[in-house]
């Protein structure tokens, strides 16, 4: 029985996923994964092709998580102080969210984020210190000093 060396073009049930190389059976490639589309079959060229670009995709994420860790060591060296109107026994008139921690960040630091990667389990309502978390990468996760102060 031959077997095909297939490039898969979409998550395949049992199979694997999109852009995974799998070795099936003839014919399984003939009869069900070509004429649906689900995958093509690899060649020479092809396959230098997919190594060149998981070579440059390694590349990129390396020097993501450079800058990731750069971007850490600055955020982690400051203590971030948001002020705001304070009422009774330290309570604060409204509260701390995520998005107001990543404009804090952005005025002091110039680093632009996301507000989803903010760790914040939910959203500060007392004066007082807070360390947060921020998740600038799933390998790099910063920890900021945050003060919170009456205005």
């Known amino acids: 029985m031959k077997k095909y060396k297939v490039l898969l073009l979409k998550d395949v049930d049992n199979l694997g996923k999109k852009g995974e190389i799998v070795e099936v059976s003839d014919g399984y490639a003939r009869n069900y994964l070509f004429p649906r589309g689900l995958a093509q079959e690899v060649t020479e060229g092809m396959l230098k092709s ?15 998580i450079i800058k990731f860790r750069k971007d850490k060591e600055i955020l982690e060296k400051d203590t971030f102080i948001i002020r705001k109107k304070v009422g009774e026994r330290g309570k604060l008139f409204g509260a701390i969210t995520s998005k107001d921690i990543v404009e804090e960040i952005q005025k002091k630091c110039k680093i632009s984020l996301d507000k ?4 914040l389990e939910e959203p500060i309502k007392n004066v007082g210190k807070y360390e947060i978390e921020i998740r600038l990468h799933p390998q790099v996760i910063a920890k900021i000093k945050l003060e919170v102060i009456p205005e």
């Open 50 to 64: 997919i190594q060149e670009q998981k070579l440059l995709q390694q590349k990129k994420e390396e020097r993501a």
């Open 116 to 119: 989803k990667k903010v760790l």
